[in-house]
């Protein structure tokens, strides 16, 4: 078992930045890819980032992409989502997500993910 728990959400202005944090354990951490989605009220859960279980490979979204910024410290086991230049469509309860299987490559596809957080509010005013 994986347990994930985010940090860092909150009330933050448009053009402003935030830095979400998902911290992990319960297995080797290091072996297994990481993704964040989010999901906003009335709408379906959607991909934004996900990062190999080494740090190498990283994937974004379209409507992130050169906005946020993936990244994990796997000495703490901790996967992080830098978030610049936020815009109010980004408001969304943002969800850190583990993939299961022992260095299974990184996933856009929420339903190839097998553990969850608890998520984190994050709100864009205009």
């Known amino acids: 078992q994986v347990q994930l728990v985010e940090s860092g959400g909150g009330l933050v202005q448009a053009g402003g930045s935030l830095r979400l944090s998902c911290a992990a354990s319960?297995?080797?951490?290091?072996?297994?890819?990481m993704g964040w989605f989010r999901q906003a009220p009335g709408k379906e859960r959607e991909f934004v980032a996900a990062?190999?279980?080494?740090?190498?490979?990283?994937y974004y979204s379209d409507s992130v992409k050169g906005r946020f910024t993936i990244s994990r410290d796997n000495a703490k086991n901790t996967v992080y989502l830098q978030m610049n230049s936020l815009k109010p469509e980004d408001t969304a309860v943002y969800y850190c997500?583990?993939?299961?299987?022992?260095?299974?490559?990184?996933?856009?596809?929420?339903?190839?993910?097998?553990?969850w957080g608890q998520g984190t509010q994050v709100t864009v005013s205009s």
């Open positions: 997500a583990a993939r299961g299987r022992y260095r299974f490559p990184l996933s856009k596809t929420a339903e190839e993910y097998d553990y």
């Open positions: 319960g297995r080797t951490f290091s072996n297994y890819a």
């Open positions: 990062i190999s279980w080494s740090g190498a490979n990283t």
